[in-house]
C-alpha cells in the first residue's frame, strides 16, 4: 500500500485510512466506506491522511488547464459468463 496517493496518476494506487478506502483511477479519486474521525490522537491521523488526500487531489485538478466541465463514468462490460 503506498504511503502517498499521486492523484490521477494510475490506476493501480489504493489506501486504507480506519474504515475508509481511497481508490485512484486516472479519470476519479474514488473514496468510500466509513471513517469516524474522534478527537484523539489516531483520529488527528486519519483527518491528515485524509486532508493530504484530498489537497493532492485538489492540487491536480487545479494543474489541469484542460480540464472539463464534466466527465461520464462508464460502467464495467458485462461479458457472457464463460462456464
Same mark, same amino acid.
Given at each position: 500500500?503506498?504511503?502517498? &496517493? ?7 494506487? +489504493? ?9 485512484? =483511477?486516472?479519470? =476519479?479519486?474514488? *473514496? #468510500?466506506? +466509513? $471513517?469516524? *474521525?474522534?478527537?484523539? %490522537? !489516531?483520529? /488527528? !491521523? #486519519?483527518? $491528515?491522511? &485524509? %486532508?493530504?488526500?484530498?489537497?493532492? +487531489?485538489?492540487?491536480?485538478?487545479? =494543474?489541469?488547464?484542460? /480540464?472539463? !466541465?464534466?466527465?461520464?463514468? $462508464? ?9
Amino acid at each position: 500500500m503506498p504511503t502517498a &496517493l499521486m492523484a490521477y496518476e494510475n490506476e493501480t494506487d +489504493s489506501l486504507t485510512i480506519g474504515g475508509i478506502t481511497v481508490e485512484n =483511477r486516472l479519470d =476519479r479519486i474514488s *473514496i #468510500y466506506g +466509513s $471513517l469516524d *474521525i474522534t478527537k484523539d %490522537k !489516531e483520529g /488527528l !491521523e #486519519y483527518a $491528515l491522511k &485524509l %486532508k493530504r488526500i484530498i489537497d493532492a +487531489s485538489v492540487d491536480a485538478l487545479k =494543474r489541469d488547464k484542460s /480540464l472539463p !466541465e464534466h466527465i461520464e463514468i $462508464l460502467g464495467p462490460d458485462t461479458v457472457e459468463n464463460p462456464f
